[in-house]
């Protein structure tokens, strides 16, 4: 299994002098972080729908064993009844995402704040979630934002449709740091811009036996499960995305975590 590291995006003003070299044109951005990361969440796919070209040209310029995450869009989460959602899933999926084969990694479907856990629209969502597309196997997480959340009804549903339940470092959001798929789905959200790697580097460290910890099948010991489970020790793929924050720094708390794993 592996550990993949990255960021939100890769387009940001305030990167071009730091982690971009002065002069590099903005369309040879994207190739410049897939060569200094392992992988990259696009935020774009949240917002507005993305053409099949787009995700082609975003494939070719990246290394072989580059990896994108995706957000899902917001047409598809902010909404009052997910069991809903079915026409919207189908609309995305059909936008072109598995152009990017193999580089295809996680979908983040990011749920409202507002919205509640409610046991029977939550499962209702989770199957419409299909586990593969034109031949390419889709992996997805769910992002949630409410409080409510935080128990061992929603790990288990979690659990059944092998959903990645995506971990917040956020003091605004819960932590749900349970396993529920073969992989795992952390957003690091904050980074200061008074630390030169974005995070103080013993929280690096921490972040980095952390991931290692979820690779090989177990939870961190500094992590309070909701529902514990039996250990299994199946190993797992890990994202890990610097996200939110002070955004400047994200690049350099990426690279210094990949370092460390």
């Known amino acids: 299994m592996s550990i993949r590291v990255g960021i939100g995006g890769w387009t940001y003003a305030p990167w071009r002098g730091t982690f971009y070299p002065k002069g590099l044109t903005q369309a040879r951005e994207l190739e410049h972080a897939s060569r200094r990361l392992t992988a990259i969440e696009i935020n774009g796919t949240f917002y507005r729908t993305q053409s099949p070209a787009s995700f082609r040209k975003w494939a070719e310029e990246t290394p072989d064993d580059f ?4 957000k899902g869009h917001r047409f598809v989460t902010n909404r009052k009844v997910l069991a809903e ?8 999926l059909g936008s072109g995402v598995t152009e ?8 983040n479907w990011q749920l409202a704040a507002t919205k509640r856990f409610d046991p029977a629209d939550i499962e209702a969502f989770l199957k419409l979630l299909p586990p593969e597309r034109d031949g390419i196997r889709l992996r997805h997480a769910l992002e949630v934002r409410h409080e409510s959340f935080v128990t061992p009804e929603f790990v288990a549903l979690a659990r059944r449709y092998g959903v990645a339940i995506v971990f917040a470092d956020s003091d605004e959001h819960p932590a749900i740091p349970d396993p529920s798929a073969d992989f ?11 630390e ?5 580097a013993a929280e690096l460290d921490a972040w980095a036996a952390r991931a290692r910890d979820w690779e090989a099948g177990g939870l961190p010991a500094d992590l309070t499960a909701v529902a514990p489970s039996p250990e299994t020790r199946t190993a797992r793929d890990v994202f890990a995305f610097f996200i939110a924050g002070d955004k400047v720094r994200a690049p350099a708390a990426a690279e210094a975590l990949i370092r460390r794993v």
């Open 196 to 200: 030169e790697a974005g995070y103080p």
């Open 85 to 92: 959602a079915g026409p919207s899933v189908e609309t995305f």
């Open 100 to 107: 990017l084969g193999g580089k295809l990694g996680p979908i």
């Open 184 to 194: 795992v789905y952390a957003r690091l959200q904050r980074c200061r811009e008074a």
């Open 67 to 70: 990896v994108f995450a995706l």
